[in-house]
């Protein structure tokens, strides 16, 4: 199955440095083994493929379910239905992990929100600034 068949484009790939990179550490125990750059480009090309296909049967399931987003579920389900139910447990574990990091996540302020200031203050102090950086500009006399 090509990309065109998923409605994809040929531009579909995977950073190759990351790709060389897991390569890398898990050939790191073999030591002499090496890996060819075409062997991972072919890899990069089955990786693509594996990933189109999962991705477009959890689409088909969400759509089975009149769903608009494709959920964990959607991809177990999908990952079972090609004959990869091998894979779920690993899924489930990496997607409780994420979850997990999510929820502990404190939400971050923003520069604004530490400020202390007033939306009102705030445009105030922006156009002083404005006002300044342009009177700096206009005083500035031309290099020659």
């Known amino acids: 199955m090509s990309d065109r068949e998923f409605g994809g484009n040929d531009d579909l790939s995977l950073p190759k440095a990351t790709v060389q990179k897991i390569v890398t550490e ?3 125990a073999d030591a002499g083994m090496t890996f060819a750059k075409d062997t991972r480009d072919l890899l990069i090309e089955c990786c693509v493929e594996f ?17 608009k987003t494709i959920a964990c ?8 239905e090609l004959d990869f139910g091998d894979y779920v447990p690993a899924i489930l574990e990496v997607a ?6 999510q929820a502990s996540r404190e939400k971050k302020q923003t520069k604004i929100e530490k400020s202390g200031l007033s939306e009102e203050q705030l445009i ?8 300044s950086a342009q009177g700096k500009f206009n005083s500035a006399t031309p290099q020659q």
């Open 96 to 101: 409780a992990d994420y979850k997990k990091q």
């Open 51 to 67: 990933i189109t296909l999962i991705s477009s049967e959890a689409n088909e399931i969400a759509e089975k379910d009149a769903k």
């Open 124 to 131: 105030a102090a922006q156009e002083e600034l404005f006002r």
């Open 26 to 28: 898990i050939l790191h």
């Open 73 to 80: 579920e959607h991809v177990r389900a999908a990952l079972e």
